[in-house]
């Protein structure tokens, strides 16, 4: 119900063309950053290729969420760099066991492999010029544990900053993975993990409060006022696959 619930178009998986490069018309000289998916794959896209040309030739700046298991080489890695603002790269765990349970199908060596590359190829650039890289970790009773560890294993492969969120339970038979269940054991965790953080001097993208505290492990505005304003009237919007913009 939920799926059916979030999206009116759940059997496209890929913006019609055409529509892509209409949008890009009226929009792409008026933005900052584009960011060409919600919860999909970009590089399972056909057309990637084909939208970079038309984000090149308007020189918007992309910022990338990807789990980067078919991360580009080569020519195409070099292009997407230079065209990047930030690379998100969604991991959830520090460890090969842990990270391939979880994310069945990938190989956490070659993930990481990837990041490498990225980095490889993204130091070629002037420090300024250069594309931030963000590790997010989705939380869950199976991961929590590792947080600690992953804080390091973010710095140590040149990460800029962290962002942190609660895993949503879309099937029963992962209720238990909800730290709601565990509260004592994620606050243990949250709270090693923001010392790190901090020692680090890694920036914070998102990070939940601890549970029963009325203390937010964020920044110093954020800790002062969690319950932030609405950024998309002003800041954002969101455009469907058929050009419905929320």
Not at 146 to 166: F, M, N, Q, T
Request: aromatic share 12%; glycine share 4%; proline share 4%.
């Amino acid at each position: 119900r939920f799926i059916k619930f979030y999206s009116h178009h759940q059997q496209r998986t890929v913006m019609n063309f055409d529509l892509f490069k209409k949008l890009a018309q009226e929009t792409f000289p008026y933005l900052s950053c584009l960011g060409l998916t919600v919860a999909g794959e970009p590089f399972t896209n056909p057309n990637f290729l084909a939208q970079l040309e038309v984000i090149e030739s308007y020189k918007v700046k992309l910022l990338i969420f990807t789990n980067a298991t078919l991360m580009p080489g080569g020519v195409l890695l070099t292009r997407l760099v230079n065209n990047l603002s930030g690379l998100v790269v969604s991991i959830d765990a520090a460890t090969k066991g842990t990270y391939e349970q979880i994310r069945r199908g990938a190989n956490f060596q070659q993930v990481i492999n990837n990041i490498r590359r990225f980095n490889s190829e993204r130091s070629s650039l002037d420090k300024e010029e250069r594309p931030k890289l963000i590790f997010w970790f989705v939380l869950m009773r199976k991961n929590i544990e590792e947080l600690p560890e992953y804080v390091r294993l973010a710095h140590s492969l040149e990460a800029d900053g962290i962002g942190v969120c609660h895993m949503t339970v879309f099937h029963k038979k992962l209720e238990n993975e909800s730290l709601v269940y565990h509260k004592q054991l994620a606050n243990h965790y949250l709270k090693q993990a923001k010392e790190l953080m901090d020692s680090f001097g890694l920036e914070i993208l998102d990070f939940p409060p601890l549970f029963d505290e009325n203390k937010y492990l964020g920044s110093e505005e954020k800790e002062q006022n969690y319950h932030n304003s609405c950024r998309f009237p002003w800041r954002e919007a969101f455009i469907e696959l058929n050009g419905d913009v929320y």
